[in-house]
């Protein structure tokens, strides 16, 4: 095969992983947007609901002793989205679907950002920035 050749199916496999990665970003933003529209609609029985659970969730005893169980609880819910990425990603239908896990990784995201924003206010935002660092 020629120099040519290689240059241009090189070139060709470079820009197919810019449009692919382009989708995918595309899909994420989409997902952010709707998560952030959703939780916008939240009424506000929902988000005094919601302010009672994170509350109690976080109140609870930090010095009780914690099992594996809950470290690989914590360690398959930091990893699930890549998880299921690579999995999808090594069949034909799975590639097909890594936009749509894209859009539902954003999604969540952005609801779970959001909504800790709106109840909790100034201290919202920087628990949804520890979040976000958890998860991504």
């Known amino acids: 095969m020629g120099k040519w050749m290689q240059?241009?199916?090189f070139m060709g496999g470079r820009?197919?992983?810019f449009l692919g990665l382009g989708l995918l970003t595309v899909c994420f933003l989409i997902g952010m947007l709707g998560g952030r529209v959703s939780a916008e609609k939240n009424s506000e029985s929902a988000l005094s609901e919601l302010h009672r659970y994170l509350t109690g969730y976080y109140a609870l005893d930090v010095?009780?002793?914690r099992g594996i169980g809950i470290f690989l609880n914590a360690l398959f819910i930091y990893f699930r989205y890549p998880l299921l990425a690579f999995f999808m990603g090594l069949t034909i239908l799975g590639t097909l679907l890594?936009?749509?896990?894209s859009a539902a990784f954003g999604f969540f995201l952005s609801y779970a950002a959001c909504c800790?924003?709106?109840?909790?206010?100034?201290?919202g935002?920087?628990?949804a920035a520890v979040a976000s660092a958890a998860q991504a």
Do not use: I, N
């Open 7 to 9: 240059r241009k199916l």
């Open 98 to 101: 890594l936009p749509l896990l």
């Open 63 to 65: 010095g009780e002793e």
């Open 15 to 17: 820009v197919s992983f």
């Open 125 to 127: 935002v920087l628990l």
């Open 116 to 123: 800790f924003a709106r109840v909790f206010g100034g201290s």
